[in-house]
């Protein structure tokens, strides 16, 4: 279940994946947090794209700690 939500975090088996699926989240939550960013200063819906920007902040948050948590073999 959880390598269909957070697929990048299955490949952190070794120190190298483990790199590789912080940066990709890192990324994925800078681009958006972006281009949210952007969409946020208009007016009218700027309020619901402020949401969506913290839920992708939470999602990338939550990859991260499990990509962790599989390098260190507590989730398998």
């Not at 681009?31 to 949210?36: D, S, T």
């Not at 208009?42 to 913290?54: E, W, Y």
Request: net charge positive.
């Amino acid at each position: 279940m959880l390598s269909k939500i957070f697929p990048f975090s299955t490949r952190s088996n070794t120190v190298g994946g483990l790199i590789v699926s912080i940066a990709v989240y890192i990324v994925c939550g800078a681009v958006a947090g972006i281009i949210i960013g952007l969409l946020a200063k208009m007016p009218i819906i700027g309020f619901i794209f402020g949401l969506v920007g913290g839920i992708v902040d939470l999602y990338c948050l939550c990859g991260i700690i499990i990509s962790v948590l599989i390098y260190c073999k507590v989730v398998s």
